[in-house]
């Protein structure tokens, strides 16, 4: 079965640090990637998806996630962090499987402190 | 606006009773899912559905019911044999099915369910 792995549970940053969260997947064959974030009160919304194509993925408020196949990663990154990014971050895989639901991870809370 | 709307968004209930959870969406999506969500644990799936009259269990349907009678409704009952049920509940919905599915899920604000 597929899973997913964040291995950054909790992660706080200052204002203006970069941010790089892990994902790993476990499936070998053909993968939808995504990047979900759920601000405090919020639902979750998409934050950026990977189909295929160009494996540096560029999603909304500047994040950008890059795929990389030989090492089953999907790692979130931001080069300036703000303290509106406080959220918890969720990697999720729908594999070529029949089942077509996404597997999410575990998720990443960032704290970020002005 | 178009969106999926779930309800209650919190609910108590006592030990040994059913409860459903209502999820309607008007996005005209095919399929539609239900997670649960825990601390620390992400998402899990419990039920998905990629057409009407018909649904698949998740990694964690013990315990958990469903129906899909109408392409644009997806209740989920949590029954009194789920052991731990206090949780938050996410229903999404998807705008394509089967084989064509990328799995882009599109989610509602949720339900908080406190078995008391």
């Known amino acids: 079965a597929q899973s997913v792995s964040q291995h950054n549970h909790h992660v706080i940053l200052s204002e203006a640090a970069s941010l790089e969260l892990g994902c790993n997947y476990s499936?070998?064959?053909?993968?939808?990637l995504f990047w979900y974030v759920q601000y405090p009160g919020q639902h979750l919304q998409l934050l950026l998806k990977?189909?295929?194509?160009?494996?540096l993925v560029k999603g909304i408020k500047g994040f950008e996630a890059e795929f990389i196949k030989s090492k089953f990663s999907f790692n979130l990154r931001k080069p300036s962090v703000q303290w509106s990014d406080t959220a918890e971050y969720f990697c999720?895989?729908?594999?070529?499987?029949?089942?077509?639901?996404?597997?999410f991870g575990s998720g990443t809370r960032l704290q970020v402190q002005p | 606006d178009g969106g999926i709307t779930q309800s209650p968004k919190y609910l108590f209930r006592k030990e040994g009773q059913n409860v459903t959870l209502s999820c309607e969406q008007n996005?005209?999506?095919?399929?539609m899912y239900w997670y649960r969500q825990d601390p620390g644990q992400g998402l899990r799936l419990i039920y998905y559905?990629?057409?009407?009259?018909?649904?698949q269990k998740g990694d964690i349907a013990e315990g958990y019911s469903v129906s899909r009678e109408k392409k644009e409704s997806f209740p989920l009952t949590v029954t009194s044999a789920q052991k731990n049920p206090t949780a938050f509940y996410l229903c999404?919905?998807?705008?394509?099915?089967?084989?064509?599915?990328?799995?882009?899920?599109?989610f509602g604000e949720g339900s908080r369910l406190t078995v008391l």
């Open positions: 999404a919905s998807s705008p394509r099915s089967g084989r064509t599915n990328t799995g882009e899920l599109f």
């Open positions: 499936y070998g064959g053909t993968v939808n």
């Open positions: 990977y189909f295929s194509g160009d494996p």
């Open positions: 999720a895989v729908n594999a070529g499987t029949g089942r077509r639901a996404l597997t």
């Open positions: 996005l005209n999506h095919d399929a």
């Open positions: 559905s990629q057409i009407v009259n018909d649904f």
